[in-house]
């Protein structure tokens, strides 16, 4: 009552069970690492949000790339505003979503080297190609406190670096770019600014970063594994009902041909 696994129809839908099976066990890991990658960039995140505050100078020099493990570093630096070389980050959403813009502005330190800070988001001007009215960055030597955070690259952020912008626009935060820009030392990476707030409450500030949630990646994992435990449970019903429903149409042809054969009873003579 088993050979219909050799047929076609059966070949295919078991071959097809032998796919699924590994697959949903591999995507069932691929959740599950996502969610230890989750779970381990919440941890760095806090860990290095408590830390005490250090010079950025200590963190970060020329040509330096800032590692994975310094990112959202607390970090102070002393300077002066640079505003004529400041420019504008294209295409940058606020807290709520809204799409505008981020207001880079250089920060010459005292030993003539400069550090890139993003003093926060302001909406972009109604003409794209116009420079947005930004708000004025404080006056004379100032102390800021910001996050640190790594060079941004088309590779590692998916931002096009799109060419021939107006002038004082660009698509990406980067130290190398604006240090030929300026003709200065600048150091690598940039200062995500949370102190002083702004007069006016604007630029708006960047939030903290979310380190509290975790997603639905362990949820997704276990469906995964729930669904590959599910296909051979599956296949075994389908052959079970197969194999009922072959044997009942068995019988029912069985009793259709002792019908047919049976011998009729003799007629009774007539008296």
Do not use: C
Not at 23 to 43: C, D, K, P, S, Y
Not at 111 to 124: K, Q
Not at 230 to 258: C, H, Q, S
């Amino acid at each position: 009552m088993y050979r219909f696994l050799l047929s076609r129809q059966w070949v295919i839908l078991t071959l097809i069970a032998l796919v699924l099976i590994p697959t949903m066990i591999e995507l069932g890991f691929w959740q599950f690492h996502r969610h230890e990658r989750r779970v381990a960039q919440n941890a760095l995140i806090a860990d290095n949000l408590r830390a005490k505050p250090a010079p950025v100078e200590e963190l970060t020099s020329p040509g330096h790339t800032v590692p994975r493990a310094d990112y959202w570093r607390t970090v102070t630096a002393t300077g002066v505003f640079d505003t004529a070389h400041e420019v504008v980050v294209r295409r940058r959403t606020n807290a709520d979503d809204r799409i505008g813009v981020l207001v880079l502005t250089p920060l010459v330190l005292k030993d003539g080297r400069v550090v890139l800070v993003n003093r926060g988001w302001i909406p972009a001007a109604p003409d794209q190609k116009a420079y947005p009215e930004v708000p004025p960055a404080p006056k004379g030597e100032v102390t800021v406190t910001g996050r640190i955070k790594a060079d941004e690259t088309t590779g590692a952020s998916g931002i096009k670096d799109l060419r021939g912008l107006p002038d004082r626009q660009v698509m990406l935060i980067n130290s190398e770019q604006q240090s030929q820009l300026l003709g200065r030392e600048v150091l690598g990476g940039y200062l995500e600014q949370t102190a002083p707030e702004p007069a006016g409450g604007t630029p708006e500030l960047i939030p903290e970063p979310d380190h509290d949630s975790i997603g639905a990646h362990m949820a997704y994992a276990v469906q995964w594994w729930l669904f590959a435990a599910g296909v051979p449970v599956g296949w075994v019903v389908l052959v079970r009902r197969e194999k009922r429903d072959r044997e009942a149409a068995a019988r029912t042809d069985d009793a259709r041909t002792d019908d047919a054969s049976g011998t009729p009873e003799p007629a009774t003579a007539a008296v």
